[in-house]
């Protein structure tokens, strides 16, 4: 099966909602979990990460929650904006000692105005 | 303080053909990561690249090859062209162990 699982794979939201998305993985020993934004035709880039010694980051409107018991975590985005329109991935390095970034299927969020 | 810089930003090959495409890492980052990214879906690990020598290879076959230079910049090769290669191939630096950052990725169209 997928070693990242997210979901949901479609997200809108009215502007100043806020969005969850959530990311499982498969491997206990994962100990780092960034989040990319994608848009359309450009880069991923990297909005917020965390380490496994950390339950919780935040980073103005965006946090990350890790829970390592139950092998997921999650983005959320409060007072959402057009502009946080675009596709997201989560990813987490699958094994141990492994250099090899994992990424879910992505979540395409829409804010609608 | 320069991001990293993928070249050409786009490719067009024909099957057969062989490609070269380049990365250079942001400034301070030792390590290369090379990605590629089919239409619709999250990037997928090729292989990275650490000290000049590869560290890890995804499940890509051995068409795909590479290359780190003493600069710390990166060549991705691929041989005989599929019409499944065309992708975007995205290359993301980091210090080892760090945070890892992409470039704006070539565009590769197989006809």
């Known amino acids: 099966g997928e070693n990242v699982e997210q979901h949901p794979s479609t997200l809108s939201v009215q502007e100043g909602d806020s969005a969850v998305i959530k990311c499982t993985y498969s491997?206990?020993?994962?100990?780092?979990f960034p989040w990319y934004k994608q848009e359309l035709g450009k880069r991923p880039q990297l909005i917020i990460d965390?380490?496994?010694?950390?339950g919780e980051k935040k980073d103005q409107r965006i946090a990350v929650t890790l829970n390592k018991t139950a092998k997921h975590f999650s983005l959320h985005i409060t007072e959402t904006q057009p502009e946080d329109s675009a596709v997201y991935f989560c990813?987490?390095?699958?094994?141990?000692?492994?250099?090899?970034?994992?990424f879910g299927k992505g979540t395409k969020l829409s804010v609608i105005p | 303080d320069a991001g990293v810089t993928q070249s050409p930003t786009h490719l067009i090959k024909t099957r057969g053909q062989q490609v070269t495409l380049r990365c250079s890492p942001k400034?301070?980052?030792?390590?290369v990561s090379w990605y590629q990214q089919a239409l619709g879906q999250g990037p997928q690990f090729i292989f990275q690249?650490?000290?000049?020598?590869?560290?890890q290879r995804g499940n890509f076959p051995d068409r795909f090859s590479g290359h780190q230079f003493p600069n710390y910049s990166s060549e991705l090769n691929v041989n005989a062209l599929l019409l499944g290669d065309s992708a975007l191939y995205l290359c993301?630096?980091?210090?080892?162990?760090?945070?890892?950052?992409f470039g704006p990725g070539t565009r590769l169209l197989v006809l």
């Open positions: 993301a630096s980091s210090l080892t162990g760090g945070s890892q950052y």
């Open positions: 491997d206990s020993a994962s100990n780092y």
């Open positions: 965390i380490r496994s010694n950390v």
């Open positions: 990813a987490a390095y699958i094994g141990a000692g492994s250099y090899q970034l994992t």
């Open positions: 400034s301070g980052h030792d390590t």
């Open positions: 690249y650490y000290e000049e020598e590869e560290r």
